[in-house]
Nanobody, 121 residues
Framework: QVHLAESGGGSVQAGGSLRLSCVGS????????MGWFRQAPGKERESVAT????????KYAESVKGRFTISQDNAKSTVYLQMNSLKPEDTGMYYC??????????????WGQGIQVTVSS
């Protein structure tokens, strides 16, 4: 059973920063990709950032490019999402994702439980 545990969410004013962490664990856990998705109330879950663990290739949603950075520590099976210059529209539940196709919600193999990020204006 693979388990993904997120941490680091919370509330911040617009322009502030937060760093999310996700630790993967479980029998034989390893994943070719990990990613972060977010879901605002009434909206679909959308990809925010993806990292491919072998070559460290990264991909970002247009709305977060230049503000968010995804990184990894393979030795710790951990992926991070550094979020700077946060905007109210970044508010939502953020989910860690692993395995499968990490850029599309329907393709993800495993999900974390989600963590709330709230950005006030």
């Amino acid at each position: 059973q693979v388990h993904l545990a997120e941490s680091g969410g919370g509330s911040v004013q617009a322009g502030g920063s937060l760093r999310l962490s996700c630790v993967g664990s479980g029998y034989g856990y390893s994943s070719a990709c990990m990613g972060w998705f977010r879901q605002a109330p009434g909206k679909e879950r959308e990809s925010v950032a993806t990292i491919y663990t072998t070559g460290a290739e990264t991909k970002y949603a247009e709305s977060v490019k230049g503000r968010f950075t995804i990184s990894q520590d393979n030795a710790k099976s951990t992926v991070y999402l550094q979020m700077n210059s946060l905007k109210p529209e970044d508010t939502g539940m953020y989910y860690c994702a692993a395995e499968g196709f990490c850029e599309v919600a329907a393709g993800v193999g495993y999900w974390g439980q989600g963590i709330q990020v709230t950005v006030s204006s």
